[in-house]
């Protein structure tokens, strides 16, 4: 019977027995190699504050209102969104689209198996060579990807990237990759140096003179660009302090509670800083004629295969489901002690 990740309660994580279900026309079945576990979104859900568990979500104002949810809250199942694996079934009307036997990534949850549309696995086949594992970054390496396009960064341009988690450290591949120059900052050495070693110009701890650090790296001009990824709110005000006049900040991060850290009468008002939201849901206003989320993830493939990222090497550990408690445990006390925490069933 197949197995499911289920939050029962805020920090309480249950692996349950569900029926597989039945396939129907224009189905596929996934049986699951690995999935990663996301540090930041999924932490909201674990922990009881992801917005959509306190309050009304109004997709037709795209609003959310004060009151309880109308959606039940926990229990939540299969939250995940970083899934690869094996398809071991098709229907009989699918036809040539995918074949039994591909390893594809999508999203379908931390879940031993799903039964998926063919449309949510269609072209989501691997390249030939390319390490299933590595493909578990394809959703994160694109939420990194629309960060760095909303930047509109290029040769010559400088951005500070806040964050050097999984996310902020593809964000700094993909900012080198385009030629930028960056500025890494995180709390965790391990990452800085990391970050170096991904091309990097420089990483800095945060903290009070971060601002003026970066200043005097700059010539006193400050980034073109910042990129917040953390969620903290510190952290997007002190980006907010780091670009220069005119500069624009790009707020990626999965913000949560009050922003009691920002200064808006400060850098913000006086270099009229501009603030961009960067949220996967939709790719930059002024690349929609061209672009959209899947070919952020296409060009995310295309740059795994190509071997100009190794996202293999951000997995510091690997967890059998049953373990996943454990998993999520550490995430939420020791964050220090991981980078990329992958769910194996292999």
Do not use: C
Request: aromatic share 6%; net charge negative.
């Amino acid at each position: 019977m197949p197995t499911l990740l289920r939050f029962s309660a805020p920090r309480v994580v249950e692996v349950i027995d569900v029926p597989a279900p039945a396939l129907l026309p224009g189905q596929v079945r996934v049986r699951t190699l690995y999935s990663g576990i996301s540090a930041g979104t999924e932490l909201t859900a674990y922990r009881g504050t992801n917005p959509y568990l306190t309050r009304q979500w109004d997709p037709d104002i795209r609003l959310f209102r004060d009151g309880a949810p109308e959606s039940p809250g926990y229990p939540l199942d299969g939250w995940g969104y970083s899934e690869v694996g094996e398809i071991i079934e098709t229907a009989p009307d699918v036809g040539a689209a995918v074949s039994v036997g591909d390893t594809v990534w999508g999203i379908w949850g931390h879940r031993g198996e799903a039964v998926l549309p063919v449309e949510a696995v269609a072209g989501h086949q691997l390249p030939t060579g390319l390490d299933p594992l590595a493909a578990a970054f394809v959703r994160v390496g694109a939420v990194a990807l629309n960060g760095v396009l909303a930047a509109d960064l290029g040769v010559g341009s400088t951005v500070a990237i806040f964050g050097q988690g999984v996310i902020g450290l593809l964000a700094t591949r993909f900012a080198v990759l385009n030629g930028a120059t960056v500025i890494a900052i995180d709390a965790i050495e391990g990452r800085r140096n990391r970050a170096l070693a991904w091309g990097a110009a420089h990483a800095l701890e945060p903290g009070a003179d971060v601002a003026l650090r970066i200043r005097e790296l700059t010539g006193g001009q400050g980034t073109d660009t910042a990129i917040e990824l953390s969620g903290n709110y510190a952290a997007l005000r002190d980006a907010v302090r780091t670009v220069g006049a005119d500069g624009t900040v790009v707020a990626a991060g999965f913000y949560q509670g009050d922003a009691a850290s920002l200064r808006l009468g400060d850098e913000f008002h006086h270099n009229r800083v501009q603030i961009l939201a960067s949220q996967i849901g939709s790719v930059p206003n002024r690349l929609r004629a061209r672009w959209d989320v899947p070919r952020l993830q296409r060009t995310v493939v295309d740059t795994l295969a190509k071997g100009a990222i190794d996202t293999t090497s951000l997995v510091t550990h690997r967890y059998r489901l049953e373990d996943a408690p454990a998993a999520y445990e550490m995430l939420d006390v020791d964050p220090a002690a991981a980078l990329q925490v992958v769910l194996d069933f292999s």
